[in-house]
DNA sequence: TTGCTCCTCACGTCACGTGAGGTGGC
DNA sequence: TTGCTCCTCACGTCACGTGAGGTGGC
């Protein structure tokens, strides 16, 4: 049944494992008790097979991504991102706090495909901040923008209330290139040849980097305050 | 009664709110709840006023930053960090977890004062590394050491375990560097004349700064693996 | 007397993890 | 038949937060 789901719609519909597998690369943490939880908030809702097995479509893979976006990188509990996926399913228009406006209903379901005006519009900010993002090498230029670029803008937009400025935040841009490059050229000299392991070498190593900018940065906030 | 024993001894004794007033600063998310919470797990055991208001000493304050410390910078679970605890006070030596070694037990009650012999036995590195880390200003050269100095070896520790060495590694102290340039220029601007907001604004313009680079790593790492 | 800080105790919550006992599909 | 994946349901856990009802100290 399951089988001739699939051929009959076309849209492949995946078992919780191979959800699991999709996402494991922008989600290293997911779990399948994470993904039963989410069902049983009523953050997603999977249809089933005849035999009881959860089926997930393309558009509840765009869900969950949507909501495990919002938990990371807007620290945002489950709660309120079901207040607001709710408020969408109503055909509302919500808005998250302080997340300025989140990708546009109607683009929920094509989630790499904003618009300009879409991008604006669910980031808050203005035209300006936007093109100059773009000349500074924080977003790549183009028709269409992926949601992490929306984070970004959203990052921007705080920073201008301390008068900070894409400008001033372009070297940012150019430090993780050359991080990158260091932390690549490191995982590819770990020998493995497995594409996986290369790709988790090159994470964890990239954490490691993160917890040493981390210490590095609270001991000198901290000097700065006394 | 307080204030008698206060004299007394000599030693300053806080009340849960002093507590929470002298380790705002390293930890802002501190709360009472947390700190009545703690001593609930038998992490920390502060005496009490007939009256039953705690009070905490010196060595209490300095237990807990030092839970603290452990449970931001190596997100280790407060189990773990009692059992260590535990195994501390009943004399042995214990080890945790990934940590290799934690501040050696005779100096956890003079957290500022690790000789350069304590930290490499409690960073578990090289004589190698501790110099290179020296040379390369991500540590400062002297003859006593702070904890934080640990947390910065032992993940230069990690690193090399990828061929990542002290010297690749130097470039994020000058980027930490001009990150607090611009960081206290612009809380400068911001006009408030309070050192405590001043702080408060260096440190969330800081965290903003972070989330950004975040992003973009988190950007950068996907499409290296693609 | 008025605030303010502090107290206990019970209960709630948030985000899952675990494990028993069982079924389905190749 | 053997694995493997998947299922439910109950319970556990971790790290606190909340709120009622009350006391202590200047």
Do not use: W
Not at 36 to 52: H, I, M, N
Not at 146 to 151: F, I, L
Not at 170 to 199: C, N, P
Request: hydrophobic share 40%; aromatic share 4%; charged share 25%.
């Amino acid at each position: 049944v399951v089988s001739s789901a699939r051929a009959s719609s076309g849209a492949s519909l995946l078992s919780i494992g191979q959800v699991l597998q999709r996402l494991a690369g922008e989600f290293p943490d997911l779990s399948p008790s994470k993904l039963r939880f989410l069902e049983d908030r009523d953050l997603v809702k999977p249809s089933r097979t005849p035999a009881g097995y959860r089926t997930y479509s393309s558009q509840d893979v765009e869900r969950l991504r949507f909501i495990l976006g919002l938990q990371r990188d807007h620290y945002l509990p489950l709660r309120v991102i079901k207040e607001y996926l709710d408020e969408l399913d109503r055909g509302g228009q919500p808005s998250l706090p302080g997340v300025a406006r989140v990708v546009q209903p109607a683009a929920v379901g094509r989630r790499d495909a904003l618009t300009r005006n879409e991008l604006l519009e669910a980031a808050g900010c203005s035209e300006q901040l936007l093109s100059d993002a773009i000349s500074h090498g924080l977003i790549p230029a183009g028709a269409l923008f992926a949601p992490d670029h929306q984070v970004v803008l959203e990052t921007l937009n705080e920073a201008e209330r301390f008068g900070v400025t894409p400008r001033h935040l372009r070297g940012i841009r150019l430090q993780v290139e050359r991080e990158m490059e260091l932390v690549s050229r490191a995982a590819g000299a770990m020998g493995s040849t497995q594409k996986s392991s290369q790709a988790e070498a090159s994470r964890e190593l990239s954490g490691i980097i993160m917890q040493l900018r981390h210490v590095l940065i609270r001991q000198a906030l901290d000097t700065l305050e006394s």
